[in-house]
Structure formats: C-alpha cells, structure tokens
C-alpha cells in the first residue's frame, strides 16, 4: 500500500457491462489511476471469472437474477484484510428491493487499518426508515476505529435526509470531501446526491470527473495520504 492512494466513487447505473462504457472506463482509469474503485448499482454476469483487470473485487449484491448479480462493488489493488456485507433491513417502497452496503479493510502504509465504506443509501422510503437505516449503519461503523472512508450514493435529496446524513457525519466525526468542479456531481431538488466522507487521513485532491453521461451519475475521484 503506497502512503499516497487514489479512489473512484461512481454510481454505475447498471451500464458497465456495456461496450461504450468499458472503452471509456479505461480511458478513465489511465487518466485517474487509483487503487480503490467504490461502485454502486454496478452489474456483473455470474460466470465471469474476472470483471475488472488488475483489481481483486467483492460484491454485495441486492439483486439477483438468472444471469446477473447488481449491487455495490468494492475493487482494489491492495489486499482485503475483512470483508462485511449488508443489506438494509427494509425495502423501498415500489422496488421492493433492498439497498446494499460494504465494509472493507485494508492495511495502510504505516501500518494502521483503513476501513473502506462501499455505500447505496435507501431510496423511495420515509424519512423515519431513511434516518433508522442510517443509524443501523452509523452503530455499526462506530465498531470500527482508526482511518475510515466511507463514499457512495446516498439519496439524500430532501433538507430532512441532508440533516440526517449531517448528524451521520458528525456522530462518526467525519470530514466531507470539498469537490473541485463539484457541479458535475448529480444533483436532485439542487442537492447532490454522491458524497465522500474521511477522517485520521491527509486528502490531497478530490474533485467530481465529467464523463459524457456514461452513466446518470459522474464519479468522484479522490486522493489521500496516511497521516
């Protein structure tokens, strides 16, 4: 693990098994090399022995079919030290489908664990379930001590869910990752729905990476150093 890392946070939107969509994601990864890839919505054919060249990855699926597993996805170049998985304890309404969410270790350059957060927070829900599915989530990180990165979609498109992600962030004491050209970031009611949260790291850049509607989010790209 180099003292200085990179990451990709992108909400794939079901594309990236498309043609269009891996040319241009190795275009994308040449240009922004990185060593962590958090995906949401991402979608993988379950024979495929191997998705993403140069990268180990574990999935936490929230949807199944014949042929395919959706989900989040978490890649990286350096070892998983553990691996969690979860589902949300309720579905969305109309969906009736869970939101996955993964938690991942991995083992810094000056020794100490980084816990990597692979987040799709619930969607088309209550406020009430939204900020109880948050404090599920919230107990469980606050397990975990140490370097922490916890990125990802998180649907917080009303003042009610940006005041309950607020109170997630400050409970973890977290940092929000300040985007240069965020504007390219997907925005619903003028609120930005992807976010990148840190703490007991050094963040060198972080910015928001115009991709030509590849997919209907854009990807945050971010890099940090161990303190």
């Known amino acids: 693990m180099p003292q200085q890392f990179s990451l990709l946070v992108w909400n794939l939107h079901k594309e990236n098994l498309r043609l269009g969509f891996i040319g241009k994601f190795k ?7 990185s060593e962590f890839l958090l995906f949401q919505e991402a979608k993988y054919p379950k024979k495929s022995t191997s998705v993403l060249d140069d990268f180990s990855y574990a999935m936490a699926s929230n949807i199944e079919t014949f042929r395919h597993l959706y989900g989040v996805v978490t890649a990286s170049k350096v070892a998983f030290e553990k691996i969690d998985s979860n ?7 109309g969906l ?6 993964q938690i991942t270790q991995h083992k810094l350059s000056n020794g100490k664990i980084l816990h990597l957060v692979n987040m799709h927070a619930i969607n088309f829900v209550s406020i009430k379930i939204f900020t109880k599915e948050l404090e599920k989530i919230k107990m469980e990180l606050k397990m975990c001590t140490g370097p922490m990165i916890v990125g990802g979609d998180f649907n917080n498109w009303t003042q009610k869910r940006i005041k309950a992600l607020d109170a997630f962030q400050h409970a973890l004491s977290l940092e929000r990752a300040e985007l ?3 504007h390219h970031i997907k925005h619903i009611f003028a609120k930005p729905l992807d ?6 790291l050094t ?3 972080a910015k928001a990476i115009d991709t030509q509607k590849i997919s209907d989010h854009n990807p945050i790209y971010a ?3 161990c303190i």
């Open 27 to 33: 275009e994308l990864l040449h240009e922004y090399p």
């Open 87 to 93: 589902l949300s304890h309720r579905r969305e309404i």
């Open 96 to 101: 009736i489908t869970y939101k996955s969410m």
């Open 180 to 182: 240069h050209e965020k």
């Open 195 to 200: 976010h990148l949260f840190y703490r007991e």
């Open 203 to 205: 963040l060198i850049q």
């Open 223 to 225: 890099t940090f150093s």
